[in-house]
């Protein structure tokens, strides 16, 4: 690679561009620009210069992605294709009110996909539960409207997904944001030793992928279950002279942490109903978690869901028929 040469596409720079008439019957985009260059070597030499050229391209196409969604078989995965066309798609149905006006449910695109632009380039981004930030699924990736991208930590009840089309003609962006189908669940879930990362299946336009076997454990907790979540901010507050009030100082971790517990029913040893199986075996995960070295996917009933470490902690009493359970957690940096 000569580290003298720098190229300049659609994905590097967004190029503006004016709305002009260069024919009496044809209206088109044209824009000037001027690049400048400056070149310094060891040797204390340096060169600069600058060139002038215009842009003219067809500007008028606009894009229109979208996504389908499917629960996976086990209900804590959520399968997505991600499509995108050259016109609109009929308007889904009208959701509940109790939903952003903004937002909508995915509608159901036509088999094969109608109108679709082949040459685009889709992104998926799953909104963080904090609403501040996305989480990669998949990036620039080339439009077929037929590739099922799997998404293994959804959070529990309607998940936020923004889909992004660019054009890499232009490199000009379009988005949509729609709710997911609802991951339905109201236990504490705990994922560890599993296989991280997005599965991805060509050809399942019909949401029919196999479903996505990640390995490790996956502990569930769903009786009495109870949560609470505190944030500790990265914050100094500094006193000044001739000042009535501190003055605040913001660094850049947020310190979340939780604890969160539940109790497992005790059953009789003759008991072989699935209540008592569920149960012996919710403890011998428990008694698995707490040895492990690792981070760990956590997800709870309300619709947090993020890497942790988790500490574990439990009492057996033989007064009581429950055991309660007691988790530790604390938020870390994770992948997807």
């Not at 967004?14 to 044809?26: F, H, R």
């Not at 947090?304 to 057996?316: H, M, P």
């Amino acid at each position: 690679m000569n580290p003298l040469e720098v190229s300049l596409s659609p994905g590097e720079l967004a190029l503006e561009s004016l709305s002009v008439m260069l024919t009496d019957e044809k209206e088109s985009y044209k824009k000037d620009y001027t690049v400048k260059i400056t070149v310094s070597l060891s040797s204390g030499l340096s060169a600069s210069t600058s060139f002038d050229f215009s842009v003219v391209f067809d500007q008028t196409q606009t894009l229109y992605p979208d996504m389908n969604f499917g629960a996976s078989g086990d209900g804590l995965s959520l399968k997505i294709i991600p499509y995108c066309t050259t016109k609109p798609l009929p308007e889904p149905e009208e959701t509940d009110d109790k939903y952003d006006d903004d937002l909508a449910f995915a509608p159901i695109a036509p088999e094969p996909h109608e109108n679709e632009a082949t040459d685009a380039l889709i992104s998926v981004y799953r909104f963080e539960d904090n609403g501040t930030n996305f989480t990669p699924i998949v990036e620039n990736y080339k439009n077929d409207g037929i590739t099922t991208f799997v998404d293994p930590h959804p959070y529990f009840g309607h998940s936020v997904y923004r889909v992004v089309a660019t054009d890499p003609k232009t490199g000009r962006m379009f988005y949509e944001d729609r709710y997911s189908d609802e991951v339905d669940e109201d236990f504490i879930l705990i994922q560890w030793g599993e296989e991280v990362g997005i599965k991805q299946y060509n050809g399942m336009a019909d949401l029919d992928a196999p479903e996505s076997p990640t390995g490790g454990y996956q502990l569930k907790l769903r009786w009495n279950v109870d949560v609470n979540d505190s944030t500790n901010p990265d914050t100094t507050n500094i006193l000044y002279i001739g000042r009535k009030f501190p003055v605040s100082y913001f660094g850049t971790q947020i310190g979340e942490s939780g604890n969160w517990s539940s109790e497992i029913p005790l059953f009789d040893d003759e008991d072989e109903s699935d209540e008592a199986e569920e149960a012996r075996e919710a403890l011998q995960l428990v008694r698995r978690l707490s040895m492990w070295m690792g981070n760990c996917y956590v997800r709870e009933p309300s619709g947090l869901g993020f890497w942790a470490t988790v500490k574990v902690s439990y009492d057996i009493n033989h007064l009581e028929n429950t055991i309660p359970v007691k988790l530790s957690i604390t938020r870390v940096e994770g992948d997807v």
